[in-house]
């Protein structure tokens, strides 16, 4: 399996902030990478696929970079709908696996 | 509208089985796998497996290997989770979502969610 590992874990912030959040994949995966948000008690959403390609609707704040195994989700001018849990996800391989989570919390 | 419904929460004992219904509305079901993946109380995203709504082909993560079957219906667009040997572990929310290609980066990616079926695992 391909072990997806993120940081911080959790991290707060205020309205307005630039935040950046990274995945670090246990082999290379190019750039089949996934993130994910996901607001209390809902299913997540997706947001950036293919490590940098916006998901149709997601507002421009959101980017996403990398390959490899290093990759970066950046949110900048945080809005108050942006506070939730970020996870990273590979389709590298068919056996599919997340991050741990990345909860960003209002400062 | 494309969506996927899941069938009602579930409360099951210890080595009993649970079966989680997917239906998917629209033309997804003839365009995309359906992948399962589930999130304990507190906890994060955890992948189950895939299955083609094709061929009805299925791989599994090695975490519920021998404990879980994935199924499908393709007269009534269904997708369904077989859970047995229940332990509290298995305590979680259980999503169904489109394992879509995007055909421009030759990747997947889950794209529309269901809205989650809550299984409790008590005695």
């Known amino acids: 399996d391909i072990q997806m590992t993120q940081s911080p874990s959790s991290l707060s912030a205020s309205v307005g902030d630039r935040v950046t959040i990274t995945c670090r994949a246990s082999?290379?995966?190019?750039?089949?990478l996934n993130w994910y948000q996901q607001k209390s008690g809902m299913a997540p959403k997706l947001l950036i696929y293919?490590?940098?390609i916006l998901q149709s609707g997601v507002p421009s704040r959101f980017s996403g970079s990398g390959s490899g195994t290093d990759f970066t989700l950046t949110i900048n001018s945080l809005q108050p709908e942006d506070f939730a849990t970020y996870y990273c996800?590979?389709?590298?391989?068919?056996?599919?696996?997340f991050g741990q989570g990345t909860k960003l919390e209002i400062k | 509208q494309a969506q996927l419904v899941q069938s009602g929460p579930e409360v099951q004992k210890p080595g009993a089985s649970v079966k989680v219904s997917c239906k998917a509305s629209?033309?997804?079901?003839?365009?995309?796998?359906i992948s399962w993946v589930r999130q304990a109380p507190g906890q994060g995203l955890e992948w189950l497996g895939w299955?083609?709504?094709?061929?009805?082909?299925?791989n599994y993560a090695q975490l519920l290997q021998g404990r879980v079957t994935m199924t499908i219906d393709t007269s009534t667009t269904t997708a369904y989770l077989d859970l047995w040997s229940l332990k509290s572990d298995d305590t979680a929310v259980y999503y169904c979502?489109?394992?879509?290609?995007?055909?421009?980066?030759?990747?997947?990616?889950?794209?529309?969610w269901g809205q989650g079926t809550l299984v409790i695992v008590s005695s």
């Open positions: 082999r290379d995966i190019s750039t089949y």
């Open positions: 996800q590979q389709s590298y391989i068919s056996l599919r696996t």
């Open positions: 629209g033309d997804i079901f003839s365009k995309y796998g």
């Open positions: 979502v489109t394992d879509r290609l995007y055909s421009t980066s030759k990747l997947h990616a889950f794209d529309i």
């Open positions: 299955i083609s709504t094709y061929n009805g082909n299925a």
């Open positions: 293919s490590a940098s």
